[in-house]
T-cell receptor, first 113, second 114 residues
Framework: AQSVSQHNHHVILSEAASLELGCNYSYGGTVNLFWYVQYPGQHLQLLLK??????LVKGIKGFEAEFIKSKFSFNLRKPSVQWSDTAEYFCAVRSSGTYKYIFGTGTRLKVLA | DTEVTQTPKHLVMGMTNKKSLKCEQHMGHRAMYWYKQKAKKPPELMFVYSYEKLSINESVPSRFSPECPNSSLLNLHLHALQPEDSALYLC?????????????FGSGTRLTVV
């Protein structure tokens, strides 16, 4: 069965620190990969996505993610976080050609001002 | 319009009540979804509609009854719920097929069953 693992459940960083959130998935076929963010009290928003091509994808608000097929990973990065990045981050995987997303358990990021 | 609108935002209902959650989008998306999100957990898929037809039911109890009356609207009818059904119910929409833009989520309805 497909699954998505996010290793860091809670992350606390100071402003300007660099961020890397891990995401690993288990599925042998072609997948589409996503990172969503949920700010406190708000709805899920798409940060970035990978379908094909360049494995380094850039999203909104300075976030980027790298797809490493051999490691089944899609880690999220940001060189310098801001207080406003405090949110919960969900990695999601979808088998290509299907509707169903599998979400990871989420990582709660707190950025200290 | 790039939004998914869900009403109501909050709902408190008794275990014998019947209520409905509503979801609306005007982005021309022909796939619509219901997800359930418990506190500190990821969203879990409940139902998928494609071209107004139910295509996925993730073994959801029959006390939850979805309906897609047209391409812009998605309802979730609730009847005889249990307290453990209390959660945030999220509606989402996407293009059919590859859905290259990912989902667009609504803000959700926070449901409390008493």
């Amino acid at each position: 069965a497909q699954s998505v693992s996010q290793h860091n459940h809670h992350v606390i960083l100071s402003e300007a620190a660099s961020l890397e959130l891990g995401c690993n998935y288990s599925y042998g076929g072609t997948v589409n990969l996503f990172w969503y963010v949920q700010y406190p009290g708000q709805h899920l928003q798409l940060l970035l996505k990978y379908f094909s091509g360049d494995p380094l994808v850039k999203g909104i608000k300075g976030f980027e993610a790298e797809f490493i097929k051999s490691k089944f990973s899609f880690n999220l990065r940001k060189p310098s976080v801001q207080w406003s990045d405090t949110a919960e981050y969900f990695c999601a995987v979808r088998s290509s050609g299907t509707y169903k997303y599998i979400f990871g358990t989420g990582t709660r990021l707190k950025v200290l001002a | 319009d790039t939004e998914v609108t869900q009403t109501p935002k909050h709902l408190v209902m008794g275990m014998t009540n019947k209520k409905s959650l509503k979801c609306e989008q005007h982005m021309g998306h022909r796939a619509m979804y219901w997800y359930k999100q418990k506190a500190k957990k990821p969203p879990e898929l409940m139902f998928v509609y494609s071209y107004e037809k139910l295509s996925i039911n993730e073994s959801v109890p029959s006390r939850f009854s979805p309906e897609c009356p047209n391409s812009s609207l998605l309802n979730l009818h609730l009847h005889a719920l249990q307290p453990e059904d209390s959660a945030l119910y999220l509606c989402a929409s996407s293009q059919v097929g590859q859905g290259r833009d990912g989902y667009t989520f609504g803000s959700g309805t926070r449901l409390t069953v008493v």
